[in-house]
């Protein structure tokens, strides 16, 4: 009857798959940084990436809002990106692996992931689950249904302050975007809020 046996049997470390995910201002960024702290205390091998389009804070580490920072690698998005990060993996071979902002980079990004996870690394992935619309990023949503692990978190609604904040609002010029807005609305001022689910709003 009993003949299922755990993946570690087969006599290689077992990868894993954490994700992190929430709205903007929910504390993923913290919380990648917390992760891989303790992976630093413990002496292990890490390697943190981070798309070079976030560099809002700081071109050389992964920052929360809240300025805790750490170290990574800046690559870029697309599928090139993809294979220098695998000759980064190769080269540090690191026991640990860590994305911040991982709903930017190419499709490939979840294959990759895998690889890593079937090569006995601990991936840590943070990243935005819902776009400012609340429709699920594609390659995030593939990452939750792969994760033996999975965190949502919340932000606090600066809206109500009241509710939990699961949705990140687009402002654009003070007014909520609309929903087939551009990702780029040229010369506007643009701003991002956590908000609750009743206090979201997208102009259709
Ligand atoms: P994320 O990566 O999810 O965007 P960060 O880890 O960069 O979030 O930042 C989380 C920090 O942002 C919180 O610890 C808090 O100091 C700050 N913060 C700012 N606005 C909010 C909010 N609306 N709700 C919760 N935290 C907020
Ligand atoms: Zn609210």
């Known amino acids: 009857m009993n003949d299922f046996k755990m993946p570690t049997d087969a006599g290689r470390p077992s990868g894993s798959l954490?994700?992190?995910?929430?709205?903007?201002?929910?504390?993923?960024?913290?919380?990648?940084?917390?992760?891989?702290?303790?992976?630093?205390?413990?002496g292990k091998k890490f390697v943190i990436f981070k798309p070079s389009i976030d560099t809002r804070y700081d071109a050389t580490h992964v920052v929360s809002h809240d300025q805790r920072k750490l170290e990574a690698v800046i690559?870029?998005?697309?599928?090139?990106?993809?294979?220098?990060?695998?000759?980064?993996?190769?080269?540090?071979?690191?026991?640990?692996?860590a994305f911040d902002e991982i709903w930017m980079y190419d499709d490939g990004i979840v294959d990759f992931v895998l690889e890593c996870v079937r090569q006995g690394r601990r991936?840590?992935?943070?990243?935005?689950?819902?776009?400012?619309?609340?429709?699920?990023?594609?390659?995030?949503?593939?990452?939750?249904?792969?994760?033996?692990?999975?965190?949502?978190?919340?932000?606090?609604c600066i809206k109500c302050k009241d509710?939990?904040?699961?949705?990140?609002?687009?402002?654009?010029?003070?007014?909520?975007?609309?929903?087939?807005?551009?990702?780029?609305v040229v010369g506007a001022a643009e701003m991002y809020e956590a908000r609750c689910r009743e206090c979201h709003q997208i102009e259709r």
Do not use: W
């Open 18 to 42: 954490e994700v992190v995910c929430g709205p903007m201002f929910s504390g993923k960024s913290e919380e990648l940084i917390r992760r891989m702290k303790r992976v630093q205390i413990s």
């Open 75 to 97: 690559t870029g998005i697309d599928a090139d990106a993809i294979e220098e990060i695998r000759r980064i993996i190769i080269e540090k071979n690191p026991e640990v692996v």
């Open 123 to 156: 991936v840590v992935a943070a990243g935005l689950d819902t776009d400012f619309r609340g429709e699920p990023f594609p390659n995030m949503s593939r990452l939750l249904a792969h994760a033996d692990f999975v965190d949502k978190l919340k932000a606090i």
């Open 163 to 184: 509710r939990e904040a699961v949705m990140t609002q687009r402002l654009i010029d003070g007014m909520p975007a609309k929903y087939g807005d551009p990702t780029i």
